[in-house]
């Protein structure tokens, strides 16, 4: 059994907040004066005896909004305030006073009072926010230090996305992300890529919410309770988080309490999601003259000639359905004097766009932060999300979308009994009802999870703080299906089956570090961190299922009542990693950077041989608009140069795979042939197996101009090695082989993005886009540099990962001149497909095979547009790939007259005659030619121009709102998914990759639906 440890959760850099930070300076100041950060508390100073004049005041953003918790200053003086909800003021200053008003994002403003009494102030957006605190692994950096590669999406930015998960609002937001939905399914979450693949195994990046490492995806935070989302994703940036940070890092800080008098707020939805895109398939009269002429193309008699069709069923339209959605979460936020709270409640609820799909998802979210005194700082936060969701079979086979394509239109929805049609002859194939697919296979999930972190800053010095961090992640997860008796034509179940699965997961972790601040002569700025963390894990599962119910009764649907066929399993992981880390920050006169980062892990999945990994981190940066010859140039605001390296890793998905483990199996054995159970070797051991290391080379500059233009360029260079698989063994082994090290790959490009912010008047704009590409090359397999094959997937070296592979067409056969004139395909007829024969011998076999495609886009790219007008608001952003392909499964059985099933519209325009110039092959009940084996014949391009959300906005002025007691109202439309710029020919071409061996297959996922909401934001 591991030994049990517990890991603390990483320090979010809650200092880096907006409105947290200032708020906070402020109230831990009052009355004795402002804190300047890093330098500790500027002494007070006897001030002469003048006349005092009470200032108030109102400070807004270029919208109008009031901005709460602005600094305002009286200037040589530590006279100041903070701006409440309102964003007011009031402030007693000396005669001829200037105000200096600034807050984070925005440039700082000098007011000389005069004679006013009451200031209207607008502060303007800094479109580089150079003092922008940005936070980091275990702490924040003002982004003018930076050297590591981040990207950072605001509160503003999500705010302009009505959806129900962070990943669908990161989606084109920031290059080298790439954000892809794996299926429309309610409460799906996307896959995220950051920076391509970079393993044969798990590709997910590492998620840390408010300091918390989380053991699977963001589910457990709502798009509202999100003040900043910060991406690491080079090695500089990353390796802090040492072995579990090679697919990149997401850290996502939470809301927390703001000055002044509580603040309720209420953000909600309702709308709807509908199919974006239906497929054409065949209708009763084209699919009966098909099939006709396939059998006749197959010298067998035409039936539907003779044979009256029953029906004319559209499937798609009985198994799509609009679907109802609404979101709601009610909050309050606010202060007293020592402490801050926030506090939310969520509801969520979908309706998915297939019959029997659904979503429901309750939430808590609580942040509360108490100061003890001027040293100690003690907080807690907690989060709680129960989710319930329905869901239907979408596999191979009888799955519901894949049974709506398949069924013939002939066959009526409802027999005159009411109950659902099915086939009456084989003309018709032996595909399920997708009625009674959706109903017999209908599954019922429900999780619950609990995140509670709760942690003490305590200031030692004035540069030196100290902060530990304790958090647990709980979570449960169980899932029901009952599969009834029926008889449908050729379908039929004489055992109804009850299935049900368990899963409970814990996660503890402990976590203590020291972080130093300190400013030397005003030229030498030195930030050094260490600390120390500890995280375990346990797993725990049961399945069980059982047959022979005596009746579909609702009630009769638990294990005592089933008779035949008991079916248990279950078992328990654990795994457990001790780490110890530090960082090292050095700046000379804001000019010259420096980092060094440091990580030692120590994990308990790892063999004796190599239990610890080392992963360690430079960069260095040179701010050129710094230095004398450029710091009087006016247009250039930003000119800084920066290039880093260094090594992260990634942990294995097995927990014991350094050792051998035993599988059990039944055996027949004795006179009586009475089963009895043994075990088997199912791997064998391998304490030398050790950490897949990413080496990573980043090297940009970034530019800004004339207080508007934003530009930043970087090349990264993505080196694994070490790459782990099962390393196979011959059959007679007995066993599946060892977890080894067997493979090296890199994935290289560069990113580039551009920022356009400016005000015309009244209007406020913003225009940005950003694009990456990719190179994926796979380096190493094996000792021997044996390809790996998967399905139609081959991955080999001096290729990227999982190309598609298989044969190349070249035509139709037009005529039986040309089948002779080829020799190596002697059983093809006119209107075969004709393969080409690569390597010139006098057949057609597997040597003529070669790569077809890669699932993996070479370019991605994104764009937003967000405009302001005297309270109008309007957003609109753009996402896409280029550069790679997509293996469109569906058309195997769809454009084949060998089945039964309907039709793609496409086999209208198959071949008939000599002289047809198509694609398609003649349609027949059979093909000795093998029309459609694995070959390009199924590739389709898979780029793509999608415009993923738009959004409209109104905010009513204030001076109506605050008649009737409202700090903000605003309504909104916003559509999610509206269309999408594609070739290809199925519903989606935004396909995951989950498998990087095998990725980039379409076989009927869940549409992603167009979502279109109406919403309303109110503050009170």
């Keep these: 059994m591991i030994n049990k440890l517990i890991e603390g959760m990483k320090h979010a850099g809650f200092e880096k907040l907006k409105r947290v930070m200032m708020l906070s300076v402020c109230l831990l100041t009052a009355g004795t004066g402002m804190m300047n950060a890093g330098s500790g508390y500027l002494p007070e100073t006897a001030e002469p005896q003048q006349t005092k004049t009470r200032i108030t005041g109102t400070v807004v953003d270029q919208a109008g909004e009031p901005v709460i918790g602005a600094n305002v200053i009286e200037k040589g003086t530590v006279n100041g305030v903070t701006t409440d909800v309102d964003g007011r003021f009031s402030l007693e200053v000396t005669n001829n006073a200037t105000l200096q008003v600034s807050y984070i994002?925005?440039?700082?403003?000098?007011?000389?009072?005069?004679?006013?009494?009451?200031?209207?102030?607008?502060?303007?957006?800094?479109?580089?926010?150079?003092?922008?605190?940005?936070?980091?692994?275990?702490?924040?950096?003002?982004?003018?230090?930076?050297?590591?590669?981040?990207g950072s999406v605001s509160e503003k930015a999500l705010a302009g996305r009505a959806t129900l998960t962070v990943e669908h609002a990161?989606?084109?937001?920031?290059?080298?992300?790439?954000?892809?939905?794996?299926?429309?399914?309610?409460?799906?979450?996307?896959?995220?890529?950051?920076?391509?693949?970079?393993?044969?195994?798990?590709?997910?990046?590492?998620?840390?919410?408010?300091?918390?490492?989380?053991?699977?995806?963001?589910?457990?935070?709502?798009?509202?309770?999100?003040e900043s989302i910060e991406i690491l994703k080079d090695a500089a940036s990353a390796s802090i988080y040492g072995s579990r940070a090679g697919n990149g890092v997401i850290l996502i800080t939470t809301k927390k309490g703001t000055a002044g008098k509580p603040t309720v707020f209420y953000d909600g939805n309702v709308g709807y999601n509908e199919f974006s895109k239906r497929l054409d398939i065949l209708n009763?009269?084209?699919?009966?003259?098909?099939?006709?002429?396939?059998?006749?193309?197959?010298?067998?008699?035409?039936?539907?000639?003779?044979?009256?069709?029953?029906?004319?069923?559209?499937?798609?339209?009985?198994?799509?359905?609009?679907?109802?959605?609404?979101?709601?979460?009610?909050?309050?936020?606010?202060?007293?004097?020592?402490?801050?709270?926030?506090?939310?409640?969520?509801?969520?609820?979908?309706?998915?766009?297939?019959?029997?799909?659904?979503?429901?998802?309750?939430?808590v979210k609580s942040n509360v932060e108490v100061d003890v005194n001027k040293k100690l700082t003690v907080g807690m936060n907690l989060s709680y999300i129960n989710r319930t969701y329905t869901e239907v079979d979408l596999g191979n086979g009888q799955?519901?979308?894949?049974?709506?394509?398949?069924?013939?239109?002939?066959?009526?929805?409802?027999?005159?009994?009411?109950?659902?049609?099915?086939?009456?002859?084989?003309?018709?194939?032996?595909?399920?009802?997708?009625?009674?697919?959706?109903?017999?296979?209908?599954?019922?999930?429900?999780?619950?999870?609990?995140?509670?972190?709760?942690?003490?800053?305590?200031?030692?010095?004035?540069?030196?703080?100290?902060?530990?961090?304790?958090?647990?992640?709980?979570?449960?997860?169980?899932?029901?299906?009952?599969?009834?008796?029926?008889?449908?034509?050729?379908?039929?179940?004489?055992?109804?089956t009850l299935t049900e699965r368990y899963n409970k997961n814990t996660s503890i972790s402990f976590e203590n570090f020291l972080t130093y601040d300190q400013t030397f002569n005003e030229l030498h700025h030195v930030t050094a961190m260490i600390g120390q963390s500890v995280i375990t894990?346990?797993?725990?599962?049961?399945?069980?299922?059982?047959?022979?119910?005596?009746?579909?009764?609702?009630?009769?649907?638990?294990?005592?009542?089933?008779?035949?066929?008991?079916?248990?399993?279950?078992?328990?992981?654990?795994?457990?990693?001790?780490?110890?880390?530090?960082?090292?920050?050095?700046?000379?006169?804001?000019?010259?950077?420096?980092?060094?980062?440091?990580?030692?892990?120590?994990?308990s999945r790892f063999g004796k041989n190599n239990k610890w990994g080392n992963f360690p981190s430079a960069g260095i940066g040179w701010r050129l608009s710094e230095e004398q010859f450029l710091k009087d140039v006016e247009?250039?605001?930003?000119?800084?140069?920066?290039?880093?390296?260094?090594?992260?890793?990634?942990?294995?998905?097995?927990?014991?795979?350094?050792?051998?483990?035993?599988?059990?199996?039944?055996?027949?054995?004795?006179?009586?042939?009475?089963?009895?159970?043994?075990?088997?070797?199912?791997?064998?051991?391998?304490?030398?197996?050790?950490?897949?290391?990413?080496?990573?080379?980043?090297?940009?500059?970034?530019?800004?101009?004339?207080?508007?233009?934003?530009?930043?360029?970087?090349?990264?260079?993505?080196?694994?090695?070490?790459?782990?698989?099962?390393?196979?063994?011959?059959?007679?082994?007995?066993?599946?082989?060892?977890?080894?090290?067997?493979g090296e790959m890199k994935n290289r490009g560069f990113e580039f993005s551009l920022g356009l912010n400016n005000r015309v008047g009244d209007l406020n704009y913003s225009v940005s886009g950003h694009l990456t590409t990719l190179k994926n090359e796979v380096v190493k397999l094996f000792d021997n540099d044996a390809p790996i094959t998967a399905g139609e997937s081959r991955t080999e070296v001096g290729r990227s990962i999982g190309e598609f592979y298989g044969y190349i067409t070249d035509g139709i056969f037009q005529n039986w001149s040309e089948i002779e004139a080829h020799k190596v395909q002697p059983l093809a007829?006119?209107?075969?497909?004709?393969?080409?024969?690569?390597?010139?011998?006098?057949?057609?076999?597997?040597?003529?095979?070669?790569?077809?495609?890669?699932?993996?886009?070479?370019?991605?790219?994104?764009?937003?547009?967000?405009?302001?007008?005297?309270?109008?608001?309007?957003?609109?952003?753009?996402?896409?790939?280029?550069?790679?392909?997509?293996?469109?499964?569906?058309?195997?059985?769809?454009?084949?007259?060998?089945?039964?099933?309907?039709?793609?519209?496409?086999?209208?325009?198959?071949?008939?005659?000599?002289?047809?110039?198509?694609?398609?092959?003649?349609?027949?009940?059979?093909?000795?030619?093998?029309?459609?084996?694995?070959?390009?014949?199924?590739?389709?391009?898979?780029?793509?121009?999608?415009?993923?959300?738009?959004?409209?906005?109104?905010?009513?002025?204030?001076?109506?709102?605050?008649?009737?007691?409202?700090?903000?109202?605003?309504f909104y439309v916003s559509v999610n998914n509206l269309y999408t710029f594609t070739t290809y020919n199925g519903y989606d071409p935004e396909i995951t990759i989950t498998n990087p061996l095998y990725g980039g297959y379409d076989i009927t996922a869940y549409p992603v639906p167009r979502t279109v909401l109406f919403g309303l934001n109110l503050t009170f």
């Design 537 to 603: 894990f346990d797993e725990r599962n049961t399945s069980a299922s059982k047959k022979g119910f005596p009746s579909n009764d609702p009630y009769m649907r638990y294990f005592s009542a089933g008779t035949e066929q008991d079916q248990v399993s279950g078992g328990r992981n654990d795994w457990a990693l001790l780490s110890y880390f530090g960082r090292l920050n050095y700046s000379f006169a804001d000019r010259y950077l420096f980092q060094f980062n440091l990580r030692a892990d120590g994990s």
């Design 635 to 742: 247009w250039l605001d930003n000119l800084k140069l920066k290039g880093s390296y260094g090594i992260l890793g990634t942990m294995p998905t097995a927990y014991y795979g350094f050792t051998s483990t035993l599988s059990q199996m039944k055996y027949t054995l004795g006179t009586d042939q009475n089963p009895v159970i043994g075990y088997y070797p199912a791997s064998v051991d391998n304490h030398d197996f050790k950490w897949e290391t990413i080496y990573q080379t980043n090297i940009g500059f970034d530019l800004g101009l004339w207080d508007k233009v934003s530009f930043t360029m970087e090349y990264y260079n993505k080196y694994t090695k070490d790459i782990l698989q099962i390393l196979p063994l011959p059959g007679y082994s007995g066993t599946s082989g060892s977890l080894s090290n067997i």
């Design 284 to 363: 009763t009269a084209d699919f009966t003259m098909i099939m006709d002429e396939s059998y006749v193309n197959s010298g067998m008699e035409p039936y539907w000639k003779s044979v009256t069709p029953r029906a004319d069923t559209d499937w798609q339209d009985l198994v799509f359905q609009r679907g109802v959605v609404h979101s709601h979460s009610l909050g309050v936020r606010g202060s007293s004097d020592k402490s801050r709270y926030y506090l939310v409640v969520g509801y969520d609820d979908q309706d998915g766009t297939l019959i029997n799909t659904s979503y429901k998802r309750y939430s």
């Design 399 to 496: 799955g519901v979308l894949q049974s709506a394509l398949r069924m013939p239109p002939t066959v009526p929805a409802y027999n005159e009994d009411g109950s659902y049609g099915y086939q009456t002859a084989l003309n018709e194939g032996d595909a399920m009802s997708p009625l009674t697919s959706a109903e017999i296979y209908k599954g019922y999930n429900n999780s619950y999870r609990t995140l509670v972190h709760v942690y003490g800053d305590y200031k030692i010095l004035p540069s030196l703080r100290f902060r530990s961090n304790f958090s647990g992640d709980l979570q449960n997860w169980d899932y029901s299906n009952f599969q009834p008796t029926y008889e449908q034509g050729p379908q039929r179940n004489t055992l109804a």
């Design 829 to 970: 007829v006119p209107g075969d497909i004709r393969f080409k024969n690569l390597n010139g011998d006098d057949k057609l076999d597997a040597e003529d095979m070669d790569f077809i495609g890669s699932p993996l886009p070479s370019l991605t790219y994104g764009a937003s547009i967000n405009l302001e007008y005297r309270g109008i608001d309007f957003s609109l952003a753009l996402t896409g790939v280029n550069g790679n392909s997509i293996y469109y499964s569906q058309k195997h059985a769809m454009v084949n007259g060998g089945y039964a099933f309907n039709k793609l519209s496409t086999i209208l325009e198959r071949w008939q005659k000599e002289g047809d110039q198509t694609t398609i092959p003649r349609v027949s009940t059979s093909s000795q030619n093998d029309n459609f084996r694995q070959s390009d014949f199924f590739i389709e391009n898979g780029s793509y121009l999608r415009l993923s959300n738009l959004q409209l906005g109104y905010t009513l002025p204030l001076a109506l709102t605050r008649k009737i007691g409202i700090q903000r109202t605003r």
């Design 170 to 226: 990161l989606q084109g937001k920031v290059p080298g992300v790439m954000v892809t939905q794996q299926n429309g399914q309610p409460g799906a979450a996307p896959s995220i890529r950051i920076r391509g693949i970079g393993t044969l195994n798990n590709n997910d990046p590492l998620y840390i919410v408010d300091g918390v490492p989380l053991t699977n995806s963001m589910e457990i935070i709502n798009n509202q309770d999100i």
């Design 105 to 150: 994002g925005y440039l700082s403003q000098n007011i000389a009072v005069g004679n006013q009494t009451d200031l209207q102030i607008t502060l303007r957006e800094n479109a580089q926010a150079l003092e922008e605190v940005v936070v980091v692994g275990y702490g924040s950096q003002r982004r003018s230090d930076l050297i590591g590669s981040v």
